[in-house]
C-alpha cells in the first residue's frame, strides 16, 4: 500500500455552528469515516473551532462570523471516503464558495 493523502479546503458562507457540526457529522458517517473523537471552541462573543478525529485522517472547521465566512478543511488517506466527502459537499445549502 502506498502511503497517499488527499486533502481539500474551501470557504463557505457563514451558518449557525449547530447547524455546520450536524451537517457535517452527517457528511462525514455518510462519506464512509469514522469518527474518533471531537473537540470544540467557542470563543468568547463569538466564533467557533471544530476538530474531528477520523480513524482516516481529521477535518475541521474553524468559524469567522464577523466576516460571515467559514473555513472547512479535510484530509484523509481514503480516496473513497474523501471523494464521497467532496462530492457531496455540493449539494448541502451552504450558500457556498467565496
Excluded at 464512509?32 to 475541521?60: D, R
Amino acid at each position: 500500500m502506498k502511503a497517499m493523502m488527499y486533502n481539500f479546503n474551501t470557504w463557505i458562507k457563514y451558518k449557525d455552528e449547530s447547524i455546520l457540526v450536524r451537517d457535517f457529522e452527517r457528511l462525514l458517517v455518510n462519506s464512509g469515516f469514522t469518527i474518533v473523537n471531537k473537540v470544540e471552541h467557542f470563543f468568547e462573543g463569538q466564533g467557533y473551532t471544530g476538530l474531528w478525529l477520523l480513524a482516516e485522517s481529521h477535518f475541521a472547521i474553524h468559524s469567522f462570523p464577523e466576516e460571515d465566512k467559514v473555513y472547512i478543511e479535510i484530509s484523509s488517506c481514503v480516496k473513497e471516503y474523501f471523494d464521497r466527502f467532496v462530492k457531496e459537499i455540493s449539494r448541502l445549502d451552504f450558500n457556498w464558495k467565496y
